[in-house]
């Protein structure tokens, strides 16, 4: 499996692939259809960014049975979707900022897929040619607002080549496993969800749809420390912190 990954690299953002604990400089576009991999680098103490910039991140509502079961919500007949703006997207690291005035904020552990090729109108057949690969997302929510900056940290890499379809999917909060369950619990799948956002709009390269959150939310507070751990993708952590 090979894991991109987006960091700085003599002063400037560029993508790195790393393979069996080797780590190589990926030259040209990564959405370009094919990897050409370059000189080997040092992978131990570098800075990571966001895996990627997209231009918006699409969040599903409900999509694990187990967490419609806790809110005693009946299963939807199809994806309830809500967007995040570029600006809630933060990286590896990066502090989640809570405002004085938000009231409940929650974490959410969610598998990101990264979309590779521009969707519109995509058949579920069809979909895994438009997915670059997939991420970690801790989708922030607040009760009234979700679309906060800093409310979607992404990463730490994709994940090229993995399978969707049984995953662990884990949330911890200052290292207290809150959150745990299986992609297999989904109520659409990854390709029934590009066929459905796809139908509604035009999803881009870079682009992200967050898949829903099992059961097990719970309120976060500044001082806190939040890991999401996708198997095969890796652990994001972000501390939380007031909102000067």
């Known amino acids: 499996m090979v894991r991109l990954y ?28 094919g990897l050409r991999m370059g000189e080997e680098i040092d992978g131990e103490g570098v800075t990571m ?22 809110a005693n919500t009946p299963l939807p007949s199809e994806p309830r979707i809500f967007v995040k703006p570029s600006t809630a997207v933060i990286g590896p690291g990066e502090r ?7 009231g409940r904020v929650d974490h959410e552990a969610e598998v990101g897929v990264v979309i590779g090729k521009r969707a519109s109108r995509v058949r579920a057949k069809a979909a895994a040619a438009h997915v670059l690969g997939l991420t970690c997302v801790n989708d922030v929510s607040a009760h009234d607002i979700q679309a906060f900056d800093t409310f979607a940290p992404i990463g730490p890499c994709v994940a090229l080549g993995l399978e969707g379809w049984d995953l662990q999917v884990r949330g911890y909060v200052n290292g207290d496993l809150r959150q745990q369950s299986r ?9 029934e969800l590009v066929e459905f956002i796809s139908s509604v709009m035009t999803l881009l390269p870079g682009d992200i749809i967050s898949t829903g959150t099992p059961s097990g ?28």
Not at 96 to 102: K, L, Q, S, T, Y
Not at 183 to 191: G, K, V, W
């Open 6 to 33: 987006r960091l700085v690299h003599e002063g400037a953002p560029r993508y790195a692939a790393e393979r069996e604990g080797t780590w190589r400089l990926v030259d040209g576009d990564v959405f370009g259809g």
């Open 183 to 191: 992609t297999r619990e989904f109520i659409f799948t990854i390709p």
């Open 217 to 244: 939310v719970g309120p976060i507070r500044p001082g806190d420390s939040v890991t999401i751990h996708v198997e095969g993708v890796g652990a994001l952590t972000n501390p939380v912190v007031a909102r000067p």
């Open 49 to 70: 960014l966001a895996p990627v910039a997209p231009s918006k991140v699409v969040c599903v509502g409900v999509n694990y049975r187990d967490h419609a079961a806790e």
């Open 96 to 102: 989640i900022e809570v405002p004085p005035w938000a």
